[in-house]
């Protein structure tokens, strides 16, 4: 399992770690309380995985964009973003979601226009085709990258 954030590239790269820690604590105090797949997921992360892969979001619209492919019902992972608060205009500075191997492991296969997914010895475990509901979000997170 890995955290990866999405991080609004005009932050510098202290402010884009500082990010990403607020997308931490957003993350548990989302799910802190909720006895879900989600919440599994996310203690799951925190107590046998711990890797964060921070990559560049883009601009608020981008990331909005971000948040909502997160946000949707098909996706099952645990997710959350951060807004600064008023202060600083409320602005959102990154989302974030906490993915298992077969999503970030998947590999782009070019010449057939979809995902694949290999295990560890080599035997496919799935395909992601354009009607996959994580078609989109193994699109998006491919597309993106390291800040």
Do not use: C
Not at 84 to 113: F, K, M, N, Q, S
């Amino acid at each position: 399992m890995r955290l990866y954030t999405f991080i609004n590239f005009y932050l510098s790269q202290i402010q884009q770690g500082i990010q990403t820690a607020h997308i931490v604590h957003e993350l548990f105090n989302k799910y802190r309380f909720a006895p879900t797949p989600a919440a599994l997921d996310l203690n799951d992360w925190s107590q046998n995985h711990k890797t964060i892969i921070v990559l560049n979001g883009g601009s608020d619209i981008d990331i909005e964009a971000i948040s909502n492919e997160l946000g949707l019902a098909d996706h099952p992972f645990p997710w959350a973003e951060f807004h600064e608060d008023a202060g600083l205009g409320g602005v959102r500075t990154g989302t974030g979601v906490v993915l298992p191997p077969h999503v970030y492991e998947a590999r782009w296969i070019d010449d057939a226009g979809f995902f694949r997914y290999l295990s560890a010895d080599g035997i496919l475990e799935r395909i992601y085709h354009e009607d996959d509901p994580l078609f989109n979000l193994l699109k998006l997170l491919k597309s993106k990258r390291l800040a």
